[in-house]
């Protein structure tokens, strides 16, 4: 796998296996003490004296290949600490948390996808976030709950990813139209880059693998959402969710998005080509499109907050970190994962890793504040979310890709696949 894929694959990965849980219970290695999710409470406080003794930490993908450019910064202001950084395939990140989990040989911190902490929170592996460690509210919103399992935090968020509109400036211009705000908008902006010469005007999958998260939006739009208040029964039964399925099946029906996915590559070039005039993608894309389109396509795209309903929601994703229960050297664990929310080590984390920042106040840095692209990402966060951190979303969202791609392929209505949708999901439950 290159760089550039490792970063595509670390900013939206989920998972698509049997949850961490069930195999755990299946192989008799579950904890039956329940963690810190019994509690519900936050950790010890940790002091503000240097960090001391030795760490050892997992991270993925690109993260994991320069994580101890920015490491070493901790050790220079910690010279009586040692931090050990394994790097971590992505595709076989999940089995080896999960088997380091039921053999009790586990690191002292882990780098995890936002959308596995519910599941491995759940086992009682993770130690709750320490009282006072950091401050809720310097970070995004929707950031922050990604961390958080049945009230309680567990590790913080470490760099984010939101979706904006990627759109061809150059066919939108000759087109006659400006970025959509609105889902009106959008169908009649699409169309337009279309009659403007592009062959779609958006590319969007059909289904299948992690599509879940390019229609939840929709659902969050109007005000829809996936769990009841309470977080104990799920919500698809809803007109939000029926009407999300209906807008995103249009672009299929009218002819306006492929049915068929573009893998990593081919949206690239596609929209390089002027084969796509549109596309949802993180900020990882901006490089790559610079990269591949050469320095006289900057003129040729923007980027642009999502349109929207009631709302302009976006999915947000990214990288947590966690902190075990086994750790024998807590107090240095915790030290480093605060000392990684600093803003102005974020800021330098962007420079090496360019993972954006989860703490709100480093994108007041003119690294950010003042790029056409970053700032766009800035203002997004401020209305993205992400999924409940519940042990069974990955079951639960392969459903949702399963029904969406029957829905786009008219082998099913959307009335029909969210009723699908929310038996099924009554029936493997929230796992809490």
Same mark, same amino acid.
């Given at each position: 796998?290159?760089?550039?894929?490792?970063?595509?694959? /670390?900013?939206?990965?989920?998972?698509?296996?049997?949850?961490?849980?069930?195999?755990?219970?299946?192989?008799?290695?579950?904890?039956?003490?329940?963690?810190?999710?019994?509690?519900?409470?936050?950790?010890?406080?940790?002091?503000?004296? #240097?960090?001391?003794?030795?760490?050892?930490?997992?991270?993925?993908?690109?993260?994991?290949?320069?994580?101890?450019?920015?490491?070493?910064?901790?050790?220079?202001?910690?010279?009586?600490?040692?931090?050990? *950084?394994?790097?971590?395939?992505?595709?076989?990140?999940?089995?080896?948390?999960?088997?380091?989990?039921?053999?009790?040989?586990?690191?002292?911190?882990?780098?995890?996808?936002?959308?596995?902490?519910?599941?491995?929170?759940?086992?009682?592996?993770?130690?709750?976030? #320490?009282?006072?460690?950091?401050?809720? %509210?310097?970070?995004?919103?929707? %950031? $922050?709950?990604?961390?958080?399992?049945?009230?309680?935090?567990?590790?913080?968020? $470490?760099?984010?990813?939101?979706?904006?509109?990627?759109?061809?400036?150059?066919?939108?211009?000759?087109?006659?139209?400006? #970025?959509?705000?609105?889902?009106?908008?959008?169908?009649?902006?699409?169309?337009?880059?279309?009659?403007?010469?592009?062959?779609?005007? *958006?590319?969007? =999958? =059909?289904?299948?693998?992690?599509?879940?998260?390019?229609?939840?939006?929709?659902?969050?739009?109007?005000?829809?959402?996936?769990?009841?208040?309470?977080?104990?029964?799920?919500?698809?039964?809803? =007109?939000?969710?029926?009407?999300?399925?209906?807008?995103?099946?249009?672009?299929?029906?009218?002819?306006?998005?492929?049915?068929?996915?573009?893998?990593?590559?081919?949206?690239?070039?596609?929209?390089?080509?002027?084969?796509?005039?549109?596309?949802?993608?993180?900020?990882?894309?901006?490089?790559?499109?610079?990269?591949?389109?050469?320095?006289?396509?900057?003129?040729?795209?923007?980027?642009?907050?999502?349109?929207?309903?009631?709302?302009?929601?976006? @999915?947000?994703?990214?990288?947590?970190?966690?902190?075990?229960?086994?750790?024998?050297?807590?107090?240095?664990?915790?030290?480093?994962?605060?000392?990684?929310?600093?803003?102005?080590?974020?800021?330098?984390?962007?420079?090496?890793?360019?993972?954006?920042?989860?703490?709100?106040?480093? $994108?007041?840095?003119?690294? @950010?504040?003042?790029?056409?692209?970053?700032?766009? @990402?800035?203002?997004?966060?401020?209305?993205?979310?992400?999924? =409940?951190?519940?042990?069974?979303?990955?079951? *639960?969202?392969?459903?949702?890709?399963?029904?969406?791609?029957?829905?786009?392929?008219?082998?099913?209505?959307?009335?029909?696949?969210?009723?699908?949708?929310?038996?099924?999901?009554? /029936?493997?439950?929230?796992?809490?």
């Amino acid at each position: 796998m290159t760089r550039a894929a490792a970063r595509r694959t /670390s900013r939206w990965t989920t998972v698509g296996a049997v949850t961490l849980v069930g195999a755990l219970a299946l192989a008799g290695c579950g904890r039956s003490d329940g963690g810190g999710a019994a509690g519900g409470q936050a950790g010890e406080a940790i002091d503000d004296s #240097p960090a001391t003794g030795e760490l050892t930490v997992w991270a993925m993908g690109n993260e994991g290949e320069v994580l101890d450019e920015v490491v070493a910064q901790f050790e220079e202001e910690n010279p009586d600490v040692s931090v050990e *950084v394994t790097a971590v395939p992505w595709e076989s990140a999940h089995d080896r948390i999960a088997t380091a989990i039921a053999g009790g040989e586990t690191p002292d911190i882990t780098m995890l996808g936002t959308t596995w902490v519910g599941e491995f929170a759940a086992t009682g592996a993770f130690e709750p976030t #320490p009282e006072g460690l950091v401050d809720e %509210s310097a970070f995004f919103e929707g %950031s $922050w709950e990604t961390a958080v399992v049945d009230g309680v935090a567990y590790g913080v968020p $470490w760099y984010v990813d939101t979706r904006v509109l990627y759109y061809r400036t150059d066919l939108a211009e000759q087109a006659g139209v400006e #970025p959509p705000t609105t889902w009106e908008e959008y169908s009649e902006f699409t169309e337009a880059l279309q009659s403007a010469g592009a062959t779609w005007g *958006v590319s969007l =999958p =059909p289904g299948g693998f992690d599509s879940w998260q390019y229609v939840t939006p929709l659902a969050w739009q109007q005000g829809g959402d996936i769990l009841n208040e309470d977080g104990t029964e799920f919500t698809f039964d809803t =007109p939000e969710w029926e009407e999300a399925f209906t807008y995103y099946k249009s672009f299929f029906d009218e002819g306006i998005a492929e049915p068929r996915r573009l893998e990593g590559g081919e949206i690239e070039q596609a929209f390089i080509n002027g084969d796509v005039g549109a596309f949802y993608s993180g900020p990882f894309h901006v490089s790559l499109l610079l990269d591949q389109g050469g320095e006289e396509f900057a003129d040729k795209f923007a980027v642009a907050m999502v349109p929207g309903a009631d709302s302009r929601t976006s @999915f947000t994703g990214g990288g947590n970190l966690a902190v075990f229960e086994d750790t024998d050297n807590r107090d240095a664990a915790w030290k480093l994962v605060r000392w990684l929310s600093l803003p102005e080590t974020q800021i330098s984390w962007y420079e090496i890793s360019t993972d954006l920042p989860s703490v709100q106040e480093a $994108w007041d840095d003119p690294t @950010f504040s003042e790029d056409p692209y970053l700032s766009v @990402f800035g203002e997004q966060l401020q209305d993205s979310k992400a999924p =409940p951190a519940i042990p069974t979303w990955a079951q *639960v969202s392969a459903v949702i890709d399963q029904e969406l791609e029957k829905t786009t392929r008219g082998e099913t209505t959307p009335a029909d696949a969210i009723a699908t949708i929310q038996q099924q999901a009554q /029936s493997i439950g929230t796992g809490n």
